[in-house]
């Protein structure tokens, strides 16, 4: 039997680093932490006590050809999405004729082995309900349902939002329902604050589109109507859906690709033209005055697909360009001074410029490859990543870096639309490149942010963004580090703001979370080993990044042993009473 270790920590520091603190661990762990804080930040990456460093390195990828499972064709996705232990591909269209769209969902175990084909599902949803559900752009989870994204059937926008139900058989139809909004309005990527789903407008059918060949129009004219959904109301109610035309803010408040929730605004980029648009949740979704707009052009702005946060800045995926865009949330929205750019091209003499989403893990932003204004004989596709250290000054050449990811494993893996993160691994969803006869190809990229050097990450909230297009609300969160990759577990909603006891629990059959002494979350696993780490347990932060937390933590728990349901209580009445 291992021998039991306990360290039992009073901190009154927001953030502070604790080295060489001896906790051996093997199947079983315990993280508690008594914390305070005055504000409720959704979204903001928030840690409290992690053992958690992302790897200084910038080359592990590894890749894997999930191009045809069960016997589907599954290539070609716009955005991922992960529910704690599967990441769901969002099924746009498997050739590069717009009329070529599928429903064709692919997925795949994080806690199985990455190249075995055994652990890789997909479905075909292309007709639920009656409906041709098909040709979809990113996805939201809302801690039960995974939805899907319209955009078009190839020959029409469309709304026919899809849904499945992850407590049910992924291969059974009745997991699956969709409702057709009767909305001719594309979306393109769309956030989630708790309640309602925002989905991006991007197009309308054009004026001048030509009856025979209504996909070559699909792109002409620009949309400013936001469609919202409340996740808590029927699927299939119409009273579900409200819409709300941003063109009544400004005239410019068109086409956006990607929005993110900061826990007070939902930020929506524009794909072109500059317009950041800007909703202040909990008021008015129908009043233009809940609504703002800047224009960030003047300071650089070109086009984006995709948008992160890393608790205090809002960073912008720069697409076809080397324009890297971030607004400061504690400036004021309108200011210039609250806006900063870095041009990043030739970062490590690689052609650094166009990109497709992106992922944040404590320090480090990463943005994903896809398209880049080429040199003549050159593709306009690549698979150059460009990385952001938090740390460093944003504007300082210094503080990026880049790495040629084209050809991993054998594979070439190039042009990704965004992807999703299981808290060690990103996943990039395939899309399309140039070396596959007009196909769209299903070669999913994998980076490892942490490899062996992390064990565990207790946290206050956490950013359940994914891939900078797809959206989740994690909330209070535990994140353990295995011999097999990383389980989570999450509450996802909200903590009020206050005084709060925290802890996570990882043992050989389950991951759990409790909070006040309440289990609030718990999740079965496959048994792994933890990871051996000797690194620093940082308190309220992860390796200096800009993930921090915004209040005070006084005490601190771990042990290499699963605490049970009654200690726990104990702990917490014993603070309480």
């Known amino acids: 039997m291992e021998k039991l270790i306990e360290h039992r920590l009073n901190t009154s520091a927001e953030t502070t680093t604790i080295d060489d603190l001896d906790l051996p661990l093997n199947k079983a762990l315990t993280v508690a932490a008594w914390v305070h804080s005055d504000t409720s930040r959704a979204e903001a990456m928030q840690p409290l006590v992690s053992q958690w460093t992302p790897r200084s390195a910038f080359d592990t990828f590894t890749a894997y050809d999930a191009g045809h499972t069960d016997q589907l064709s599954t290539r070609g996705y716009f955005g991922a999405v992960f529910d704690g232990r599967y990441v769901y591909f969002c099924p746009v269209r498997d050739q590069q004729d717009r009329t070529a769209v599928h429903g064709r969902v692919l997925r795949y175990d994080t806690q199985a082995e990455f190249k075995d084909p055994d652990n890789w599902q997909a479905f075909d949803a292309s007709y639920t309900d009656g409906l041709h559900t098909a040709g ?46 009767q909305f001719p309005h594309s979306g393109q990527g769309l956030a989630f604050d708790g309640q309602y789903l925002y989905f991006c407008p991007g197009y309308t059918k054009a004026s001048h589109a030509d009856p025979t060949n209504p996909a070559a129009s699909l792109d002409d004219e620009p949309s400013g109507q936001i469609l919202r959904y409340n996740t808590r109301a029927p699927l299939k109610d119409p009273t579900s859906y409200t819409i709300f035309d941003a063109q009544q803010v400004s005239e410019q408040a068109t086409c956006f690709d990607g929005a993110v929730f900061d826990g007070r605004h939902i930020y929506f980029a524009p794909l072109s033209g500059g317009q950041v648009l800007r909703y202040n949740i909990g008021s008015d979704f129908s009043d233009p005055a809940s609504w703002d707009t800047y224009n960030a052009s003047p300071q650089g702005m070109l086009m984006n697909v995709g948008v992160l946060f890393d608790g205090r800045h809002i960073y912008f995926c720069s697409y076809g360009n080397s324009h890297m865009m971030r607004y400061d949330t ?9 806006w900063e750019k870095h041009d990043a091209a ?27 204004n080429a ?6 596709f690549h698979c150059n990543w460009l990385r952001y250290d938090t740390t460093g000054i944003f504007t300082d050449p210094a503080s990026w870096s880049a790495h040629d990811a084209s050809f991993v494993d054998g594979l070439h893996t190039t042009a990704y639309n965004a992807g999703a ?8 969803a395939p899309w399309r490149g140039d070396l596959d006869n007009g196909e769209a190809h299903g070669r999913v990229l994998r980076y490892d942010t942490l490899g062996s050097a992390s064990s565990f990450s207790l946290r206050y909230d956490d950013f359940g963004h994914n891939g900078g297009l797809c959206a989740a609300l994690l909330g209070p969160s535990f994140t353990v580090n295995t011999t097999h990759g990383a389980v989570s577990i999450a509450t996802y909603q909200t903590l009020a703001p206050g005084t709060h006891h925290l802890v996570g629990v990882y043992d050989d059959k389950s991951i759990k979370l409790y909070i006040d002494g309440t289990l609030a979350a718990e999740r079965l696993h496959n048994g792994h080993s933890l990871q051996q780490s000797n690194t620093a347990v940082d308190i309220g932060h992860i390796a200096q990044g800009t993930a921090r937390f915004q209040g005070t933590i006084a005490k601190i728990y771990l042990a290499n042993t699963a605490q049970d349901a009654t200690w726990i209580d104990s702990a917490y009445r014993a603070d309480t009473e």
């Open 136 to 181: 979809f752009y990113g996805g939201a989870f809302d801690g039960r349902y995974v939805y899907f994204n319209p955009r078009d059937d190839g020959q029409d926008h469309h709304s026919r939002l899809l849904r499945y139900d992850t407590q049910a058989e992924f291969k059974d139809p009745d997991s699956w329902q969709a409702h057709d909004v």
């Open 375 to 380: 040199a003549p004989g050159e593709s306009i």
């Open 346 to 372: 030739q970062t490590n003499s690689l052609d650094t410029g166009g990109f497709d989403g992106g992922f944040f893990d404590g320090r480090y932003l990463y943005y994903m490859p896809f398209t880049r």
């Open 421 to 428: 993160f299981d808290g060690r691994f990103f996943y990039t």
């Open 330 to 338: 504690d400036g004021a929205f309108g200011h210039p001074d609250s």
